[in-house]
């Protein structure tokens, strides 16, 4: 049996990993589930999964969930950025899902990489953020599982393979909505890019999929997670998101991960390492798809080219990018800019930064406080308006 604390557990990954759970109930108990704002969801969790401990955002909505409870319901009920942190550590807990949005996953995901949990990592902005931190931290090889379908097929392609073998690994990006609808992105609404073709997910990765800021975040994930140099890493786009991605070696040979574009596989296969779960998908009949690939577009979706620009650099900017990045995301969905203002605002921030060598958690969340007062005194002023 597996204890589990899910940190997101009312967004799209945290919901698919409690269907997985309903569907294996001998492998897995929920101890921890952490939500943010939705309240009503994680009532309905509370009383299906009759977690010990849940957390909310904060005080308020704590108590609000206190109110809506039935009486007899003994789930204690935590609230902020400690809560977070007590759900990740709690001794009973043997495996943490990382799926909370943002920066916000960066501090219980450390803490129970320090606690020696296994992690199941969904929360990519952890590792872009704080990746130097959570390696160092890490104490056993299977300790960080990654649960990013694209990063979950390279680990299963490596597994038994020495570094030495591989030449490069590539990603997979399906491209997003608008990769084959050649439309004027500066007009571009928030409802036509959360419209993914492929995937259903939140909000803020279906924009970040959108511009492509997705695919960079997740170089850089793959960088921390399979040790490896940018020049290592390329990019393929694939629209039907069957090949989830692929690893080339260096006598030539091409290993490739195809599967149903469906997240409770790479779930699964995190929360049941190393065995796979006996999963009732729909099988893939090959015969039924044409496989495209195709080269990235660097001008088309710039967001790209600056997210490979912060890996480069490497030390604080990436820290500096998901900011501004998260900051412009979250105004292009609030109607305040268009969608090719989210590229030109976080290259501005970028521009006027100076990159940090060696972070520690102070260092991380100061110059994400720094960089995402820019991005918002930017957006306030029209500055990022080239026009
Ligand atoms: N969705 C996918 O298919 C997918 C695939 C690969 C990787 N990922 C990664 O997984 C993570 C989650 O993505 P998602 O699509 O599941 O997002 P989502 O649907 O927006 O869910 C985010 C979760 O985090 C909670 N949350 C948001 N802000 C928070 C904060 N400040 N403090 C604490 N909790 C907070 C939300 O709570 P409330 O809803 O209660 O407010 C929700 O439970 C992201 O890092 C994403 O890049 C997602």
Known sequence: MKYLSILGSTGSIG???LEVVSQFPERFKVLGLGAGKNVSLL?????TFKPKWVCMLDKERAEGLKKILPKGIKTEILYGE??????????????????MLGISGLKPTLAAIKAEKTVALANKEALVTG??????AIKREDQLLPVDSEHSAIFQLLS??????????ILTASGGPFWERKVDLSRITPQE??????????AKISVD???LMNKGLEVIEAMWLFDLGLERIKILIHPQSLVHSLVEFKDGTIFAHLSQPDMKLPIAFALNYPERLELSLPPLNLWEHNLSFFPPDFERFPCLKLALKAAKIGGSMPVVLNAANEVAVESFLGGKIGFTDIPRLIEAVMQIHKPIKDLDLETIFAIDNWARKETMSLIETGGNNND
Request: proline residues 4%; aromatic residues 4%; glycine residues 8%.
């Open 82 to 99: 400690e809560g977070y942190v007590e759900l990740a550590t709690r001794p009973e807990v043997s495996l943490v899902v990382s799926a």
């Open 160 to 169: 038994g393979r020495r570094k030495e073998e591989v030449k490069h690994i």
């Open 15 to 17: 919901r698919q990993t």
């Open 131 to 136: 990746g130097n931190l959570i390696k160092k």
């Open 43 to 47: 009532k309905e969790q509370i009383l």
């Open 209 to 211: 999929s959108a511009t």
């Open 193 to 202: 890019a959360i419209q993914h073709p492929r995937w259903s997910m939140g």
